[in-house]
Structures are given as structure tokens and as C-alpha cells.
């Protein structure tokens, strides 16, 4: 079934042109939704909302495009990755939802309950965002949770297999990209040749979104 009629999507319902509006129903009435759309279209953002109303965990993944450099940057290895996470921060504030206080981070978890004197499960409690990158994906169970595959342009066919063939029928996967915005050499993104793998099947819907939200300059820059 579609968005329920009576639920605002944290006020966005009202507000959501028909595309939207065919992209947050799809992810209700499927189990994959795939959506090639440019920049400041709310593609993010909307996924995000949608897995907060199904209070499941959240597997948010991303792909480190700048992976091999990460090692000669300063920080953790969470503080290198935490750049990643921007654009699922930004929709969880946008969802009045608290980052610090629902993104998984282990360090940070356990400076918070150090700091407050208590269990490690106790500050668990409201964590429901789950980051990860497709390294530690590896003989991994994707299950009974909502998992968004974002920039998914930036992945290979052999990644998105690896994250594709651990996922269960008890799973929505909604896999967000632009095909125009591609980090990696073009001829290696599995996005498009997986939109067309799965084009046909039942359980897939394919979308487009091309209003792009963030004013004149952002639309006119991807014009060219």
C-alpha cells in the first residue's frame, strides 16, 4: 500500500510534486526502488523519511570514492568516513530527527556513556541510521531492516552484486543515484546496467525525479 493518506512524512506529504509523491508511494509498494535523479531533487531526504515511518533499522551505504587516500588523512577511521555520512545527516535534520543521537558511531557511543556514567546499551537505545561501506559487507546478512544504497552511481557491478546478493525478501532497498554525476571511471558504475537488470522484475520500480529544489543557479549548472 502506498503512504497512508492521514500521515504527513514530517510535513513533506503535503508538498510533494506528482514525482515525488510516485517515489515515496513506490517505496512503500515495493521492495527495491531504484531513482536516477539529479541534484536537489529530495531524493535523500525522502528515502530517509520513509525508513524512519518503517521503524526498522537503517543500513545507509555509501562508497568511499576517495578510499585509497584515506589512510594519509588525520583521524579514525570513522572521523575519515564521517564525510559521507553528510548527506544522511542533512535528511535526518530535515526530519527534525538528532544525528548525534541516532547515527551509529561506536566511538562516540562509548565517550557518551563514559561521560554518563552508564551501559553501552543504554545509549544504544535510540540509534536507528547504520552507516557502512561495501568493504565490510563480506559475508554479511542484510535483514528485517531498510537499507539505502546512496551515490549509487559511484558503485561498481561487482559492489552493488556484493550488496545485492546478501539482501532478504524481509528488506527495502531504495538505491539513489545520478547517473549524470558520476565519480568513478563511467564505464565501471553498475548503475544503470542494474536499473536495466532489474527493470523487469515485479518487485522493482525504476524513477526518475528532475525538479531540482535548490534554486536557479544549482538548475542552470545542470543544464550543461
Not at 588525520?74 to 542533512?90: A, C, F, M, N, W
Not at 534554486?215 to 542552470?220: D, F, T, V
Request: contains cysteine; charged residues 20%; glycine residues 4%.
Amino acid at each position: 500500500m502506498p503512504l497512508p493518506e492521514n500521515n504527513l512524512l514530517f510535513g513533506f506529504a503535503p508538498r510533494l510534486t506528482p514525482e515525488q509523491r510516485e517515489y515515496v508511494d513506490a517505496i512503500f509498494d515495493y521492495q527495491l526502488v531504484m531513482v536516477n535523479a539529479k541534484a536537489g531533487t529530495g531524493k535523500t531526504t525522502l528515502a530517509v523519511a520513509c525508513a524512519k515511518l518503517f521503524k526498522q533499522p537503517l543500513t545507509y551505504i555509501f562508497n568511499p570514492v576517495q578510499e585509497s587516500a584515506m589512510g594519509f588523512r588525520p583521524g579514525t577511521q570513522s572521523e575519515k568516513e564521517s564525510i559521507y555520512h553528510q548527506p544522511l545527516i542533512d535528511a535526518l535534520l530535515e526530519i527534525n530527527e538528532n544525528p548525534a543521537q541516532c547515527v551509529y558511531n561506536e566511538e562516540a557511543l562509548v565517550n557518551e556513556a563514559i561521560r554518563r556514567k552508564v551501559s553501552m546499551k543504554r545509549v544504544m537505545d535510540s540509534i536507528w541510521c547504520y552507516p557502512k561501506t561495501p568493504l565490510f559487507l563480506r559475508g554479511t546478512n542484510l535483514k528485517d531492516m531498510t537499507i539505502i544504497i546512496d551515490e549509487c552511481q559511484n558503485f561498481t557491478v561487482q559492489e552493488l552484486r556484493k550488496i545485492f546478493t546478501r539482501v532478504h525478501d524481509s528488506c527495502k532497498v531504495i538505491c539513489i543515484g545520478h547517473s549524470g554525476q558520476i565519480d568513478i571511471p563511467a564505464a565501471k558504475s553498475g548503475f544503470v546496467p542494474y536499473m536495466e537488470h532489474f527493470r523487469s522484475q515485479p518487485y522493482c520500480k525504476i524513477l526518475t525525479l528532475t525538479k531540482n529544489f535548490r534554486g536557479e543557479l544549482a538548475n542552470w549548472a545542470d543544464s550543461i
